[in-house]
């Protein structure tokens, strides 16, 4: 167990909907990742969260948001949902900005 | 430039054996190579990683071997066990310690140890 919690483990939704995952850092972590994992794409670096703040956007599509809160925890908003954003998503903590990651159990999203 | 490649895509091992799974990169900022060990239904788990300054990092039976000239990195599992079986994922970032950082992943191999 890495200390990382997310929820929902599973999310099932219709194409053209908006989700919202969660994400809770281990204790004392103060950077927030999130990936998403297709077989397609494999693992991919979305965007970074540190104390608040963004600090790196990867292949994030316009679509997804996110943001970090006060007390930490993150959410990932998805909306217009497609069949290919059905994939896996991972959120990953660490102490500082460069600090080694460590991931959560994920969310699996299906998009029907 | 921001590609990892590693290879095997699978890899079946007798217990016993050694595993080895390499990675190749471009990018010449890379500065930090972790690897990560994923069972099915499971989040990534960091299992050893290793900067640029060293050529070899050992902790227990995985042992990491860089090679900075050639560009690639790979993990060796030495003394294998049915355990072991999962999917390992190789992965590199740049940045110094302090700035953000992305991990760029390999694809991925997924190991299987015969008992």
């Known amino acids: 167990d890495s200390g990382v919690t997310q929820t929902p483990k599973h999310l099932i939704t219709a194409t053209g909907q908006r989700v919202t995952l969660r994400c809770s850092p281990r204790?004392?972590?103060?950077?927030v990742y999130w990936y998403q994992q297709s077989l397609d794409q494999g693992l991919q670096f979305l965007i970074q969260y540190y104390n608040g703040e963004e600090r790196a956007k990867g292949n994030i599509l316009e679509r997804f948001s996110a943001q970090q809160f006060p007390d930490l925890h993150s959410e990932l908003n998805l909306s217009s949902l497609e069949l290919g954003d059905s994939a896996l998503y991972f959120c990953?903590?660490?102490?500082?900005?460069?600090?080694?990651?460590?991931f959560g159990p994920g969310t699996r999203l299906t998009v029907l | 430039q921001q590609q990892v490649k590693q290879s095997p895509q699978s890899l079946i091992v007798q217990k016993g054996g050694i595993s080895i799974i390499n990675c190749a990169y471009e990018?010449?900022?890379?500065?930090?190579f972790p690897w990560y060990q994923q069972f099915p239904g499971k989040g990534p788990a960091l299992l050893i990683a290793i900067r640029p300054d060293v050529s070899e990092k050992k902790e227990g039976r995985f042992t990491i071997s860089f090679n900075k000239s050639a560009k690639q990195f790979s993990l060796h599992i030495m003394d294998s066990q049915p355990g072991d079986s999962a999917t390992y994922f190789c992965a590199a970032s740049d940045g110094r310690r302090g700035s953000a950082r992305q991990l760029t992943f390999g694809s991925g191999t997924q190991l299987t140890v015969l008992p």
């Open positions: 990953a903590s660490s102490v500082d900005q460069g600090g080694e990651q460590f």
């Open positions: 990018n010449t900022a890379f500065d930090y």
């Open positions: 204790s004392g972590d103060l950077s």
